[in-house]
Nanobody, 116 residues
């Protein structure tokens, strides 16, 4: 079955960096676009970044442009999110997402906390 397993979250000071990973299994990873979402307490889940399947074209939420980079390694079935210049407002649970045949699949999430 489809599995998405995020890792790499943690506590970091403002201005710091983290790299999130999402290990995918149960589907042909290289054939699907992938996305990172986040949800802060009391807020709706929002799209952070997306990457297409073959060419790896990317797009980002305005709030993270220039600071976050989404990438993928199709050989390792893994999605990444490099987060630099982190701000307290980036604090949230981060989720990996795959939309397969009109069905959304989610990982369990990884917590990112930006605080001094």
């Amino acid at each position: 079955q489809v599995q998405l397993v995020e890792s790499g979250g943690g506590l970091v000071q403002p201005g710091g960096s983290l790299r999130l990973s999402c290990a995918a299994s149960g589907f042909t990873f290289s054939s699907y676009a992938m996305r990172w979402y986040r949800q802060a307490p009391g807020k709706e889940r929002e799209l952070v970044a997306a990457i297409t399947d073959f060419y790896g074209s990317t797009n980002y939420a305005d709030s993270v442009k220039g600071r976050f980079t989404i990438s993928r390694d199709n050989g390792k079935n893994t999605l990444y999110l490099q987060m630099n210049s982190l701000k307290p407002e980036d604090t949230a649970m981060y989720y990996c997402n795959a939309l397969l045949r009109l069905v959304d699949y989610w990982g369990q999430g990884t917590q990112v906390t930006v605080s001094s």
